[in-house]
């Protein structure tokens, strides 16, 4: 069920957008504060006492590493090669593919019943790296002169915002919920609202974008298909990495989906502040949201297939 009210969470927006083009403005600002409340619910959902335990499966985080920051910028340059002649657009095209996703990411995980716990302890790391990273990557597939003039404050703003107040809020709604029964029933309305949440964050991304899409969409065309054309190479580059690791099925569905979901969120402030000559970047990031969002929703239904947990064996009689 949950499936068609995303969907219908993303007609809706794109619809309120469009029709009232004055709410984008407002939408914006709400990105933020309800994608934070969205996290603030997903980390509630998992149990703290793994997360040591998960950070502690080496094999799972240096597949994920290896996936996000080794593959994934070979997959990107060459995907890129078609558009490089435009600058805009292969910095967004860099900016957004090169920075694995680190918060809704986790959501879709555990909906398709990958390893959420494990993906929610690698996330730090994964920011942590993305953002030593990207500086190298812009500055190897951009040129030095380009990548020096980065600003990656807002990378840490987001980290604060997105990952480390929600993160602690969680483990200390928790951490009371063992003794005062007023935190148990907090976490038990949190959990019931993840659905409700998700929509909600879905509808309001849309509509904050949905106008200054439809007006470029001529110019960003030929980004659309390969933002598509990532995301499917990375289904099969993260169940084969997966594989190759020893991983269990959980495991090697969160993989594929950490390889495949990148940080379009976080990394728009950083491409909303680059300097003039640029302007069709913000939208071309935009674009990969959309893209992956939708993408997102049918990998819910498609990685469990493609991934299928093991059968239980059969009783003869």
Do not use: K
Request: proline content about 7%; some cysteine; overall charge positive.
């Amino acid at each position: 069920m949950q499936v068609p009210l995303y969907l219908l969470a993303l007609a809706f927006g794109a619809l309120l957008g469009l029709v009232l083009p004055g709410v984008a403005r407002a939408a914006e600002a709400a990105v933020t504060p309800i994608l934070a409340l969205l996290l603030y619910a997903t980390f509630l959902g998992v149990p703290f006492a793994r997360i040591g335990r998960a950070f502690r499966d080496v094999r799972f985080l240096a597949t994920v590493l290896v996936v996000n920051f080794l593959v994934v910028p070979a997959v990107v340059w060459l995907l890129s090669r078609p558009i490089s002649h435009d600058r805009a657009l292969l910095i967004a095209v860099l900016f957004v593919l090169l920075t694995p996703c680190i918060d809704y990411v986790i959501a879709f995980t555990g909906l398709a019943g990958g390893a959420r716990d494990r993906l929610l302890a690698a996330a730090p790391l994964l920011m942590l790296v993305q953002v030593a990273g990207l500086p190298l990557y812009l500055r190897l597939f951009a040129g030095a002169e380009f990548a020096a003039a980065v600003d990656l404050a807002p990378f840490a703003e987001a980290f604060l915002l997105l990952i480390l107040l929600p993160f602690a809020a969680a483990w200390a709604t928790q951490f009371a919920a063992a003794r005062r029964r007023s935190a148990r029933v907090l976490s038990e309305i949190v959990a019931g609202a993840m659905v409700p949440l998700m929509m909600l964050t879905l509808a309001v991304v849309v509509a904050s974008q949905v106008g200054g899409l439809s007006g470029a969409l001529g110019h960003l065309l030929p980004l659309l298909p390969l933002y598509v054309l990532f995301a499917v190479v990375m289904v099969p580059i993260g169940a084969f990495a997966g594989r190759l690791a020893g991983l269990d099925v959980p495991g090697r569905r969160a993989v594929v989906f950490s390889g495949a979901t990148r940080n379009s969120l976080v990394v728009l402030p950083l491409v909303l502040a680059l300097p003039d000559g640029f302007e069709s970047a913000p939208l071309a990031v935009v674009l990969q949201t959309f893209v992956e969002l939708i993408a997102m929703v049918v990998f819910v239904r498609v990685i469990p297939r493609v991934i299928p947990a093991p059968r239980a064996p059969s009783v003869s009689h």
